[in-house]
């Protein structure tokens, strides 16, 4: 799968491949960025759209408290 165009795939299945990234091959969002070839800011954009955060202390997407 070409990871730099992922982004502009349904959010929902982004958000798995991402989270399985993080959990297996990167140690942070800075890394996984770095290996999509993707900008954070845009990635966390995408994600925020249905009602996700990046947690740095999970080192995850997690929902959004309501």
Do not use: K
């Given at each position: 799968m070409d990871m730099t165009s992922c982004v502009n795939m349904d959010p929902n299945i982004l958000?798995?491949?991402v989270n399985d990234k993080l959990r297996h091959e990167c140690g942070n969002l800075q890394s996984l960025a770095a290996l999509m070839d993707v900008d954070e800011d845009r990635l966390e954009d995408k994600l925020a759209g249905i009602g996700f955060h990046?947690?740095?202390?999970?080192?995850q997407?997690?929902?959004d408290l309501e």
């Open positions: 958000l798995g491949i990046y947690d740095v202390g999970q080192n997407f997690s929902p």
